[in-house]
C-alpha cells in the first residue's frame, strides 16, 4: 500500500517543539556525563490546525481515523519539506467557529525508518 499524504494546509500558528534523545550519568563532584540516544536523538512534534467547512473537516477526520496513531503518512512541514509523520496517541480535537465553519488540531511526530 502507497505512504498517503496529508494535504490540507495548516493555519499559520502552528508549532513545533524538538526534544533530544540523550542518556546522561550525573556524579557526585557536580559532573554530568551525556550521550546521543541512536541515531536521529532529535524528536520533533509539530502541533497542527486546520480550519475549514463542516465537509473539510470530515475529510481531515476520516483521513487521521484511518492512519490512527499506529500509520504514518507524508506531511510538508515548514522549513524541512516533506516528511513522514504519524499522529501522536493523544488523537485530535475539534471546535465548531460557526457559520458552518470548524478547527481540528493534531499533533504529528516524525517517524524515521532504516
Known amino acids: 500500500m502507497a ?17 533530544f534523545g540523550v542518556s546522561t550519568a550525573q556524579f557526585g563532584d557536580g559532573y554530568k556525563q551525556v550521550a546521543r540516544k541512536g541515531l536521529n536523538p532529535a524528536a520533533p512534534t509539530w502541533n497542527v490546525s486546520v480550519t475549514g467547512t463542516q465537509d473539510v473537516i470530515a475529510a481531515v477526520e476520516a483521513f487521521l481515523e484511518r492512519h490512527g496513531a499506529d500509520t504514518a503518512f507524508n506531511w510538508t512541514a515548514p522549513r524541512v519539506g516533506l516528511v513522514l509523520v504519524r499522529a501522536t496517541a493523544d488523537g485530535y480535537s475539534t471546535s465548531e467557529s460557526g457559520g458552518g465553519a470548524a478547527t481540528l488540531t493534531v499533533s504529528f511526530e516524525r517517524v524515521y525508518v532504516p
Open 3 to 19: 505512504t498517503e499524504t496529508f494535504t490540507w494546509p495548516a493555519t499559520a500558528s502552528m508549532t513545533k517543539q524538538v526534544k
